[in-house]
């Protein structure tokens, strides 16, 4: 009989197979906003420029929350039924931080060109040289919850790292 994941396994799987997070920020006026990531050793990775709002925001204050969401087809009429769609998420809490060194901006230039190369799209190596013209930002998750639906069963989890 095969092991059971734990709440952080399963989570985890959902956040390696999202395509977009939308990251929320702290601060005097809600901001949130799409983002290509992704998630490595308990981090959300992402590139961004070097200046810009996401950038003020995370100098003004790094706490963040990122959600990863899918769901399967449209939801179902409801005509007075309970709703029935197949749906997962998963939000991180954590702080968000600007790597300022070239080398660690490679590794999550790499780690992320990893993450979306495909037979048919390859994606090349980066350099220290080459992050030079690239920003990235790192959120160390520390609480993480999510839900799953599918075929009428209903999942829930969390963690918090210790």
Request: hydrophobic share 35%; net charge negative; aromatic share 8%.
């Amino acid at each position: 009989m095969p092991e059971a994941q734990t709440d952080l396994q399963c989570m985890e799987e959902l956040l390696n197979e999202g395509d977009i997070a939308h990251i929320a920020f702290a601060g005097d006026e809600p901001y949130v906003i799409p983002i290509n990531y992704t998630y490595a050793g308990g981090r959300m990775l992402f590139h961004c420029a070097f200046k810009g709002k996401k950038l003020d925001r995370i100098a003004a204050d790094p706490r963040v929350c990122i959600a990863v969401s899918s769901q399967d087809g449209h939801p179902s009429p409801h005509a007075g039924d309970i709703c029935d769609n197949a749906f997962a998420n998963v939000l991180c809490w954590g702080t968000a931080s600007v790597i300022e060194d070239a080398e660690q901006r490679a590794g999550v230039l790499n780690d992320f060109q990893k993450r979306y190369a495909t037979d048919e799209h390859p994606r090349d190596t980066f350099t220290a040289e080459q992050a030079q013209n690239c920003g990235a930002v790192e959120v160390v998750v520390e609480r993480m919850t999510g839900r799953q639906k599918s075929r009428g069963e209903k999942l829930a989890w969390s963690w918090t790292k210790e």
